[in-house]
T-cell receptor
Framework: SQTIHQWPATLVQPVGSPLSLECTVE??????LYWYRQAAGRGLQLLFY??????ISSEVPQNLSASRPQDRQFILSSKKLLLSDSGFYLC?????????????FGEGSWLTVV | GEDVEQSLFLSVREGDSSVINCTYT??????LYWYKQEPGAGLQLLTY???NMDMKQDQRLTVLLNKKDKHLSLRIADTQTGDSAIYFC????????????WGLGTSLAVNP
């Protein structure tokens, strides 16, 4: 069966520090991968999605970047965090090249920028 | 662009039925989803309904779809305190597999 792992679960980072959130999917190949942010416990904002290794699409201009160095690995990064980057970050996947398929989420990472 | 709207809050008493409503604009969706997010956790798929169905029942959950009015509802019978969560309606946006369109979520509070 497929599983998705996301880490770290929580982190507190000072303003201006770097960020790296990692996500891996097991039990499938060539998935679509996503990073979402949920601010203040409401509303999901799609940040990045990827349909293959090295293929990243950004949905909103921001202080963050994403990379997909391997088929089932998706990394969310920042060189210098802002206070406004605080939030709940969710990695997700669904089967590639299939329209309308269910999207599966990781457990999320709580980021507090202080 | 396509949109999904939900009311933000719902409060019910334990044992009553809860009805969470959602409206959407995309007329080409083949599925519509309900996701549940418990406090501090990721989202989990709760149920879904094919666009060629009017109703789907799954134990305490009943999903109703009115395609004419583009209205989706989730009914939870005999609501329990463990049902307290945020419920998201999502439209897979048939025109683009990658961009599910999400409502803002309905926060369900169940009072004893």
């Amino acid at each position: 069966s497929q599983t998705i792992h996301q880490w770290p679960a929580t982190l507190v980072q000072p303003v201006g520090s770097p960020l790296s959130l990692e996500c891996t999917v097991e039990g499938t190949s060539n998935p679509n991968l996503y990073w979402y942010r949920q601010a203040a416990g409401r509303g999901l904002q799609l940040l990045f999605y990827s349909v293959g290794i090295g293929q990243i699409s950004s949905e909103v201009p921001q202080n963050l970047s994403a990379s997909r160095p391997q088929d089932r690995q998706f990394i969310l990064s920042s060189k210098k965090l802002l206070l406004s980057d605080s939030g709940f970050y969710l990695c997700a996947w669904n089967p590639g090249q299939t329209q309308g398929r269910t999207i599966y989420f990781g457990e999320g990472s709580w980021l507090t920028v202080v | 662009g396509e949109d999904v709207e939900q009311s933000l809050f719902l409060s019910v008493r334990e044992g009553d039925s809860s009805v969470i409503n959602c409206t959407y604009t995309d007329s080409s969706s083949t599925y519509l989803y309900w996701y549940k997010q418990e406090p501090g956790a990721g989202l989990q798929l709760l149920t879904y309904i094919f666009s060629n169905m009017d109703m789907k029942q799954d134990q305490r959950l009943t999903v109703l779809l009115n395609k004419k009015d583009k209205h989706l509802s989730l009914r939870i019978a005999d609501t329990q305190t463990g049902d307290s969560a945020i419920y998201f309606c999502a439209d897979p946006n048939a025109g683009n597999n990658r961009k599910l369109i999400w409502g803002l979520g309905t926060s369900l509070a169940v009072n004893p």
